[in-house]
């Protein structure tokens, strides 16, 4: 069983910056590809950015230029560096681990935390 634990959420205004960090526990960490999704009340989850066990990297439209992800495989942690903030970021960030394709390995979903861009 992996834990995945989202940290560093709240508010922030327009302009601002965050940087969410998702620890995960186990030690197959980085044969998983990490993504982070967010989901805004009313609306669907949707993907914000993706990196792969390799390190490459694919970020939603909306962001690119703005987010960064990132990870450390010595820390079982990936990273997600929100600048320029909108306030149509605003939602509820999930952190998700996924297995390698073909693969018998599990995916797994944080609980998720909350993002508010507002003046």
């Known amino acids: 069983q992996v834990q995945v634990e989202e940290s560093g959420g709240g508010l922030v205004q327009p302009g601002g910056s965050l940087r969410l960090s998702c620890a995960t526990s186990?030690?197959?960490?980085?044969?998983?590809?990490m993504g982070w999704y967010r989901q805004a009340p009313g609306k669907q989850r949707e993907l914000v950015a993706q990196?792969?066990?390799?390190?490459?990297?694919n970020y939603a439209d909306s962001v690119k230029g703005r987010f960064i992800i990132s990870r450390d495989n010595a820390k079982n942690t990936v990273y997600l560096q929100m600048n320029s903030l909108k306030p149509e970021d605003t939602g509820v960030y999930y952190c998700?681990?996924?297995?390698?394709?073909?693969?018998?390995?599990?995916?797994?979903w944080g609980q998720g935390t909350q993002v508010t861009v507002s003046s």
């Open positions: 998700n681990a996924d297995p390698p394709p073909y693969s018998h390995y599990l995916g797994y």
């Open positions: 186990g030690s197959i960490f980085n044969i998983y590809a």
């Open positions: 990196i792969t066990s390799g390190g490459s990297t």
